[in-house]
């Protein structure tokens, strides 16, 4: 892999956690129960799903062992968030940036559950559920739910050559219509089954 694929998905997946991090930190203890965009899940669970996505992220990556035991898609089986959520979520991001920006980490493949995976592959889909949970969280707490623009079209462009109709159950519904004039936010969101 080139060193510039390399470089944009280091950018992409940092972008991401950032913006991510934004909403996380515009989180307060009292709306931790409501219910969120994603179906079934509250603002605990979305935050839960989030620490665990990052941990698991780094160990695929790194080939380790992750040190929160979570299927992909599904919530950890411990309490991840302690009574911090915005420092676990920070602990995970801090963890999943330094590996990925160890020389080699963004080439090759990958095991994952699912088999044998690019790591252009797998470092997308972290990005796309971190900056999708990301705006699940916004929506739910009342922020603004608006991502960058150039963050929000690396992560459509992704989502329509990785997100098939196989993989999306259940936790991706069926692609939402909105027009070609809504905000790059609003079209991604549509095409993951968000009511934008």
């Known amino acids: 892999m080139c060193l510039n694929s390399a470089v944009k998905m280091y950018d992409a997946l940092a972008a991401s956690t950032q913006s991510t991090r934004t909403f996380v930190s515009g989180i307060k203890a ?29 160990a695929l990556l790194s080939s380790a062992p992750p040190d929160v035991s979570m299927a992909p898609g599904d919530l950890p089986a411990e309490d991840v968030l302690g009574g911090d959520p915005l420092a676990a979520y920070d602990r ?17 493949t990958r095991s994952t559950p699912f088999g044998e995976m690019p790591v252009a592959m797998l470092a997308g889909f972290t990005t796309l559920d971190i900056a999708v949970h990301g705006w699940d969280l916004a929506k739910a707490t009342g922020q603004s739910a608006v991502l960058d623009d150039g963050l929000a079209s690396h992560v459509l462009e992704f989502a329509r050559t990785a997100v098939t109709p196989d993989s999306r159950a259940p936790r991706i519904g069926p692609e939402v219509a909105v027009g070609n004039s809504a905000l790059v936010t609003d079209q991604l969101m549509a095409f993951m089954g968000r009511q934008p």
């Open 30 to 58: 009292a709306q931790l129960d409501l219910p969120t965009p994603c179906a079934g899940w509250d603002v605990r669970s979305v935050l839960s799903h989030l620490v665990g996505t990052l941990s698991l992220g780094n």
């Open 92 to 108: 995970g991001v801090g963890q999943l940036l330094a590996t990925a920006a160890r020389p080699g980490m963004l080439d090759g």
